[in-house]
């Protein structure tokens, strides 16, 4: 292990990242984002999980193959670097292949003043305000849940093989959750397919032969849906895809990405204590300044029926959104930078997620926001502001 990961463990061993720093893994080299929670699958001989840290009271978690009981105690007050994550969520429902390696490649090499880079980036499976057979930029459709196209999870793994190369991990959201977005609410993603899904996504992108497998760094159950809470349809969809996922994990000896949970805003309570959950990330949304965020998320890290860490800020402003909300004034890059300032005082995240409003949905990515000229603002003064943002640590 490095002088530099050995001091980052050192640093949030007490602290709730745990994503970061797995070190030695075999070839599944789920490194350095491991889970994010007490939930450990039980893995191949061949496969060793190393030691997860966690601000988790004592927890019985259930996954797919085994119970596992952990005690914790509360750590002390930390504050230090975020890990910074950016959002594209329509990458793989829109961008063609020229898009997507400019999109990856320009983020890869943003960096602060002193070095500090962004850590990888979160997108969605299927397009999350469409329909969801709207083709992609290489013109091939998603399917159905029951049977999702073999060319366009081939062109998802693409999205995941260029982070791969360029030392970027993603946060995949299975199926975004709301209104019009065609999944759960709208009763395409359900209790009898869900399961089948699941081992689908994690059967495709963790087997063995796909080397990117590394940067596959966490499945994001949620999403801005405000009738999901706690159980009913939603949840027990939610419970099956991540069945559905670990147990492709576990076939394919992949030491297991965390499963986190994005909610709209004002829900960050919700799914307190669910078996299948690895960590919250709550969405505390574009109407939100920093100390309401700050407020939403400390009753979650103080909600007595946690069980799990509070992995981070799931998205918070984004630079130059224009809502209602906000007098229709776009979010400025001196708000986004005090957002991530006031949740890098939290002790319990260690993860923020940013988002640059003309980018998430573009077509291509790469044209808006993050040129040849650099980042766009706001990420600029983040990745500039010293002390906020660690720089990425190696895959492996």
């Known amino acids: ?103 990856v490649e320009r983020l890869a090499d943003a960096r602060g003043s002193a070095g500090q880079s962004v850590t990888g980036f979160w997108f969605s499976v299927v397009n999350i305000n469409q329909d969801l057979n709207t083709p992609n930029g290489f013109g091939h459709q998603f399917g159905s849940f029951d049977d999702p196209g073999a060319d366009y999870l081939d062109d998802v793994a693409r999205v995941i093989e260029l982070a791969y190369g360029a030392g970027l991990r993603v946060g995949i959201v299975v199926a975004w959750d709301g209104p019009n977005q065609f999944s759960v609410e709208q009763g395409k993603l359900t209790v009898d397919n869900a399961y089948a899904y699941g081992v689908t ?121 224009q809502w209602e909300c906000n007098g229709f004034e776009p979010i400025t890059p001196d708000q986004v930078l005090a957002d991530a300032q006031t949740m890098a005082e939290l002790p319990f995240i260690e993860n923020h997620v940013y988002g640059y409003d003309p980018r998430w949905n573009s077509g291509r990515p790469g044209e808006v926001g993050m040129s040849v000229d650099g980042v766009s603002p706001g990420l600029q003064l983040i990745l500039d502001e010293p002390g906020l943002v660690a720089t990425r640590p190696p895959l492996s």
Not at 54 to 74: K, L, N
Not at 89 to 103: L, N, P
Not at 278 to 300: E, K, M, V
Request: proline fraction near 6%; glycine fraction near 8%; hydrophobic fraction near 40%.
């Open 201 to 321: 996504l994690a059967g495709t992108w963790t087997r063995p032969d796909f080397e990117a497998r590394r940067s596959v760094a966490a499945w994001i159950m949620g999403g801005d849906t405000t009738d999901d809470c706690c159980g009913g349809e939603h949840g027990a969809v939610w419970t099956e895809v991540v069945r559905g996922i670990r147990d492709a994990e576990a076939e394919n000896g992949f030491a297991g990405a965390p499963v986190l949970f994005h909610t709209a805003p004002r829900q960050q309570l919700h799914y307190l204590g669910a078996e299948w959950l690895d960590g919250h990330a709550p969405q505390t949304g574009h109407c939100a300044d920093a100390a309401t965020a700050s407020g939403w998320l400390t009753d979650l890290a103080e909600a007595e029926e946690r069980a799990v860490p509070v992995w981070g800020n799931g998205e918070m402003r984004y630079e130059n959104i």
């Open 1 to 103: 292990m490095t002088t530099f990961l050995r001091t980052r463990v050192m640093r949030i061993a007490p602290v709730l990242l745990v994503v970061f720093l797995v070190a030695c893994q075999p070839d599944s080299a789920d490194d350095p984002l491991a889970r994010t929670s007490l939930a450990v699958t039980t893995l191949p001989p061949t496969t060793v999980s190393a030691p997860i840290a966690t601000s988790s009271p004592t927890i019985s978690v259930t996954s797919t193959t085994t119970t596992t009981t952990t005690t914790t105690t509360q750590p002390p007050f930390v504050e230090g670097e975020l890990f910074l994550w950016d959002t594209v969520w329509q990458i793989a429902a829109k961008a063609d292949d020229g898009a997507m390696s400019e999109y």
